[in-house]
């Protein structure tokens, strides 16, 4: 059993920035896959962001050379630094972690003002 807990969102306006970040409950050492994705109103889940445990990424090309993934093997912790956020990042974003089946955290409120 895997649990994230994810923490950093907000309401922010256009052109600012955020981190997200996601603790595990377990070490990511053991994890496979973590990653970013959003739910926006009406619309499907999405990928946004992967790291993998040899430190591989995707990222969606909607977020390309704005956003960033990255890990911290010490703290159990992924993060998505948000940059040059745009009124179409508004989403519920879940942490994502593989570890031998799906997990996700409770989602955290992304809002990016015009």
């Known amino acids: 059993q895997v649990q994230l807990v994810e923490s950093g969102g907000g309401l922010v306006q256009a052109g600012g920035s955020l981190r997200l970040s996601c603790a595990t409950s377990t070490s990511i050492f053991s994890i496979n896959t973590m990653g970013w994705y959003r739910q926006a109103p009406g619309k499907q889940r999405e990928m946004v962001a992967i790291?993998?445990?040899?430190?591989?990424?995707n990222y969606a090309e909607s977020v390309k050379g704005r956003f960033t993934i990255s890990r911290d093997n010490a703290k159990n912790t992924v993060y998505l630094q948000m940059n040059s956020l745009k009124p179409e990042d508004t989403a519920v974003y879940y942490c994502y972690a593989l570890y031998f089946v799906n997990y996700w955290g409770q989602g955290t409120q992304v809002t990016v003002s015009s």
């Open positions: 790291i993998r445990s040899g430190g591989n990424t």
